[in-house]
Nanobody, 123 residues
Framework: QVQLVESEGGLVQAGGSLRLSCAASGLTFSSYVMAWFRQAPGKEREFVATISWSAAMTFYADSVKGRFTISRDNAKNTVYLQMNSLKPEDTAIYYC????????????????WGQGTRVTVSS
């Protein structure tokens, strides 16, 4: 059974930084494309970043490009999201997701999801 467990989020001031991690189990981690999505109150879930199986490729939403960095450690079965220069509009529940199907930013392609972790950025 695949399990994805995100680290605790938190409250951070605008301009600050936070690193999220997502530990995976029950899968051959290196065979999965990993991604982060987020959902703000009253909004639909949106794509944040994705990383390919070997970390050779990454892709970001325009809203986070240059501020967020996705990375993975296949030896530790963990994917990370380093978030810098945080803005109040980054406030959301952040979800880790995994898929074997294809490289994609579409949430429906991802079969496995974490429980989510709340990030709040104060102005």
């Amino acid at each position: 059974q695949v399990q994805l467990v995100e680290s605790e989020g938190g409250l951070v001031q605008a301009g600050g930084s936070l690193r999220l991690s997502c530990a995976a189990s029950g899968l051959t981690f290196s065979s999965y494309v990993m991604a982060w999505f987020r959902q703000a109150p009253g909004k639909e879930r949106e794509f944040v970043a994705t990383i390919s199986w070997s970390a050779a490729m990454t892709f970001y939403a325009d809203s986070v490009k240059g501020r967020f960095t996705i990375s993975r450690d296949n030896a530790k079965n963990t994917v990370y999201l380093q978030m810098n220069s945080l803005k109040p509009e980054d406030t959301a529940i952040y979800y880790c997701a995994a898929t074997r199907r294809s490289w994609s930013i579409a949430p429906q392609v991802y079969d496995n999801w974490g429980q989510g972790t709340r990030v709040t950025v104060s102005s």
